[in-house]
């Protein structure tokens, strides 16, 4: 989900605070940035947003005027809770406990075989969501088929479907995600998560990436991928997936795909009715 879509002006508290700059053009992610509250930098297809813990307006205008490919659109202030959407509190989905938090500071102690510590960071999405959740509730029910397997997560954003799989039991996972803010994420919660052995993250597109062997695809993305993703030449030789990121009327018309091409619905999850996610295997 864009920045772009957030609320301008929230009045964040001064403790808690984003400052979210969005800029027209691309900013390396490797770039330096010289601010000591600078949090990440989020690179879509033209456009850059760069995240901070406190005001950075001077150097972004000098970041503008220096670099001649780079214009200014919007800047957003809202507290960390509101860029997120909520609260992040720990929950339970599919048998794990997933428990969020953030600024580098994990729980106590290190997490049990089903727990899965969670730092979004400032990438969006701290798990509670729906898809997310069933998502996860669908990976559970696969139980023990999981272990040895590969998995490929693709659209990984902050890594929490691609934790949920090591978990339960999962040999490889394949963490796919665009954005390199997300890659760094996910890498990051691996290693709080003991799971580095098994979860790989790389920068890369789903429909790119889904060519890789994998025994089960995970993907909770945008529909306007999902619709690509699932016609492209790597995911109709796979056996089995969980998709998800649908909206009723797009779910609809992926469901019709997903049938064409051969594949069964083997689950069908919408806690909500709005938002759904299918359990599809090969026929």
Same mark, same amino acid.
């Given at each position: 989900?864009?920045?772009?879509? *957030?609320?301008?002006?929230?009045?964040?508290?001064?403790?808690?605070?984003?400052?979210?700059?969005?800029?027209?053009? &691309?900013?390396? @992610?490797?770039?330096?940035?010289?601010? @000591? =509250?600078?949090?990440?930098?989020?690179?879509?297809?033209? %456009?850059?947003?760069?995240?901070?813990?406190? $005001?950075?307006?001077?150097?972004?205008?000098? !970041?503008?005027? /220096?670099? *001649?490919?780079?214009? !200014?659109?919007d800047r957003y202030e809202m507290t960390y809770e509101q860029w997120q959407g909520g609260d992040a509190e720990p929950f339970?989905?599919?048998?794990?406990?997933i428990t969020p938090f953030r600024k580098g500071t994990p729980p106590e102690g290190r997490p049990g075989p089903g727990d899965i510590f969670l730092d979004a960071g400032v990438v969006f999405g701290n +798990?509670?969501?729906?898809?997310?959740? %069933?998502?996860?509730?669908?990976?559970?029910?696969?139980?023990?088929?999981?272990? #040895?397997?590969?998995?490929?997560?693709? +659209?990984? +954003?902050?890594?929490?479907?691609?934790?949920?799989?090591?978990?339960?039991?999962?040999?490889?996972?394949?963490? &796919? =995600?665009?954005?390199?803010?997300?890659?760094?994420?996910?890498?990051?919660?691996?290693?709080?998560?003991?799971?580095?052995?098994?979860? &790989?993250?790389?920068?890369?597109?789903?429909?790119?990436? &889904?060519?890789?062997?994998?025994?089960?695809?995970?993907?909770?993305?945008?529909?306007?991928?999902?619709?690509?993703?699932?016609?492209?030449?790597?995911?109709?030789?796979?056996?089995?997936?969980?998709?998800?990121?649908?909206?009723?009327?797009?779910?609809?018309?992926?469901?019709?795909?997903?049938? /064409?091409?051969? !594949?069964?619905?083997?689950?069908?999850?919408? $806690?909500? +009715?709005?938002?759904?996610? !299918?359990?599809?295997?090969? #026929?």
């Amino acid at each position: 989900m864009s920045p772009a879509a *957030s609320h301008k002006k929230a009045q964040p508290n001064a403790s808690d605070a984003l400052f979210i700059y969005y800029l027209e053009g &691309v900013i390396h @992610p490797a770039t330096p940035m010289p601010h @000591p =509250d600078f949090l990440g930098n989020w690179v879509e297809e033209t %456009s850059t947003f760069l995240f901070f813990g406190s $005001p950075a307006d001077d150097m972004v205008q000098g !970041f503008c005027r /220096s670099m *001649s490919h780079l214009t !200014f659109i919007d800047r957003y202030e809202m507290t960390y809770e509101q860029w997120q959407g909520g609260d992040a509190e720990p929950f339970t989905a599919g048998g794990l406990t997933i428990t969020p938090f953030r600024k580098g500071t994990p729980p106590e102690g290190r997490p049990g075989p089903g727990d899965i510590f969670l730092d979004a960071g400032v990438v969006f999405g701290n +798990g509670a969501h729906p898809t997310t959740s %069933s998502c996860l509730s669908l990976l559970a029910r696969l139980g023990p088929e999981l272990a #040895g397997q590969t998995v490929q997560d693709l +659209g990984t +954003g902050t890594g929490l479907l691609a934790l949920g799989a090591a978990r339960l039991g999962a040999e490889k996972v394949l963490a &796919v =995600d665009l954005n390199h803010l997300a890659v760094r994420t996910t890498l990051a919660n691996a290693r709080i998560n003991g799971l580095t052995r098994q979860i &790989v993250a790389v920068q890369g597109r789903a429909e790119e990436m &889904v060519h890789a062997p994998a025994d089960l695809v995970v993907s909770n993305i945008h529909y306007d991928i999902m619709k690509h993703l699932v016609v492209s030449e790597g995911f109709l030789i796979k056996k089995e997936a969980i998709l998800s990121g649908l909206m009723t009327t797009e779910a609809r018309t992926i469901e019709q795909v997903l049938k /064409s091409k051969g !594949f069964l619905i083997a689950d069908h999850l919408s $806690p909500d +009715g709005i938002w759904h996610t !299918f359990h599809v295997k090969r #026929g």
